[in-house]
């Protein structure tokens, strides 16, 4: 961070790899681990350099401390479902929050590169099997990955959000050359997403995109009336297109919507404690509470990031996500664009930092909607962390350490 060199973002393709296996996943979460360290090492260096107050890198410190504290959780844990879960989580908003945009545009190019050896393993299971169809793909994601990753919608967050990154890194891109390898990585990611069949997965990949690209184009170029009517004719076009993915398994999406509620009558409205509290991070009461609602095939979690957190920590938990969710949209809004000239058609000539940030938040939003977005992957809680923190990356400041 200030004007360290970006060297350790490499590990962020190398922990993606490793976790495509049971037997390399202790490597991976070095991996993860040894990165978050050197960030917060870095940032530590930059406020020394720059004389900073004892309390700013003191705090620092202390982040730090907490972190190399939990090196055994993080790199040895089996339950993902502890306080070790925000610890990653947080670092990263922190880590985000501080990043200039310059060092943002290298993080998202290392982010999109690690979707590479997740292209590069499926291809060769899909070679080595001769059947190249989705259904395949996602039949050997539980073969071989499931017990290192977790179910497959981790595969589908953790590629939206890669996906997401290649695509901005193409749009950021000066060369020919680079423009071409992220766009390839773009699509190499898409498939992937389509293969994990997660419908959450699968439109938010295009809505993060276009929505910023369209509200930003139209900003300036039409009346209000005009900005709200063209606006609310592509919603439409949008909601008909996203209705088509949903409709043919809306079953499903019934009987998660009853497993979020249920999860919140049993673990938050049970009584006063739980209230307040939750249930805490142990999820087998609720699971066993819940089973009615998938019976035998119990998620074990609530398929919804507001209900889990209600469930499992009760109001308080419930205060503490909705102040999150203020400070993404607080910083979203001071990042919005008060340029009145009109953006260029061409994402590739005229994609702002603003449009990168609300696009990676919007596909946030989407994921924490349709399934429990923190649970069990300790990449996504990074990447959690990180998206959030873009939202808070002060536009000014980046311009001027960049």
Known sequence: ??????????????????????????????????????????????????????????????????????????????DYRGPVMFLLIGSGLLIGS????????????????????????????????????????????????????????RLATLTTFLTLAAWYSSTQARSPWWKGLHLTLTACGYWVVLGTDSRMAILAVPLAIGLPWLILRVQHRLTQRQCVLSLLGVGGLLGAAAWSVIAPDIGSDTMRVRMASCWIRRGMLKSGERLWMGSGYDTSGLREACESVRPGLSFGHAHNTLAQIAGNHGVLGLIVLLALTGL???????QRRTDSTPLSWSPW??????????????????????TTVQEFSPVNQLLIGLVAGAACVNPEESRIQA
């Open 349 to 370: 000539d005229a994609t702002t930092w603003s449009e990168i940030s609300l696009g990676l938040n919007l596909a946030l939003l989407g994921c924490a909607l349709a």
């Open 1 to 78: 961070m200030g004007s360290t060199p970006a060297f350790e973002d490499a590990l962020i393709p190398i922990t993606v790899a490793l976790h495509l296996s049971q037997s390399t996943r202790e490597l991976g979460l070095i991996s993860l681990f040894s990165w978050i360290v050197l960030k917060l090492l870095g940032r530590i260096r930059f406020q020394l350099r720059q004389s900073a107050p004892k309390d700013t890198w003191l705090s620092w410190c202390v982040v730090l401390a907490l972190v190399l504290l939990q090196a055994r959780n993080i790199i040895l844990r089996e």
């Open 328 to 334: 993404i949209l607080q910083g979203l809004w001071r």
């Open 98 to 153: 501080q990043l200039t945009q310059r060092q943002w545009r290298v993080l998202l190019a290392w982010m999109g590169l690690a979707i590479a050896p997740i292209a590069l393993f499926f291809a060769a299971q899909l070679s080595a099997t001769g059947d190249w169809s989705l259904q395949n793909l996602f039949d050997l994601y539980y073969a071989s990955v499931q017990r290192s990753m977790g179910s497959i919608n």
